[in-house]
Nanobody, 117 residues
Framework: DVQLQASGGGLVQAGGSLRLSCVAS????????IAWFRQGPGKERERVSC????????FYADSVKGRFAISSDSAKNTVYLQMDSLKPEDTAVYYC??????????WGQGTLVTVSS
């Protein structure tokens, strides 16, 4: 079975940092694009960032460019999302997902990030 385990969420003050982790199992890690999505209260789900594991190509939503950084460690089947300069509007449940950039067939459980003002 494919499993994606997201962790690292928490409560942080505005301007602070958090690092999310997504550990994947049951799939050939290098064959996938791994993305982080988020859904804030009353908001639609948004793809925040994505990385192609095979070549490290990355994508960022305009809302997080310059503040968030995605990376991967193939030895650990793990993708990280470093989130700096956090804002209250970054408050959301963050999910990791595996797919081919356009479509994601595997999803992890969410991890809650709360940014206080």
């Amino acid at each position: 079975d494919v499993q994606l385990q997201a962790s690292g969420g928490g409560l942080v003050q505005a301007g602070g940092s958090l690092r999310l982790s997504c550990v994947a199992s049951g799939l050939i890690f290098d064959d996938y694009a791994i993305a982080w999505f988020r859904q804030g209260p009353g908001k639609e789900r948004e793809r925040v960032s994505c990385i192609f594991i095979s070549d490290g190509t990355t994508f960022y939503a305009d809302s997080v460019k310059g503040r968030f950084a995605i990376s991967s460690d193939s030895a650990k089947n793990t993708v990280y999302l470093q989130m700096d300069s956090l804002k209250p509007e970054d408050t959301a449940v963050y999910y990791c997902a595996a797919g081919n950039f356009s479509a994601y067939g595997y999803w992890g459980q969410g991890t809650l990030v709360t940014v206080s003002s």
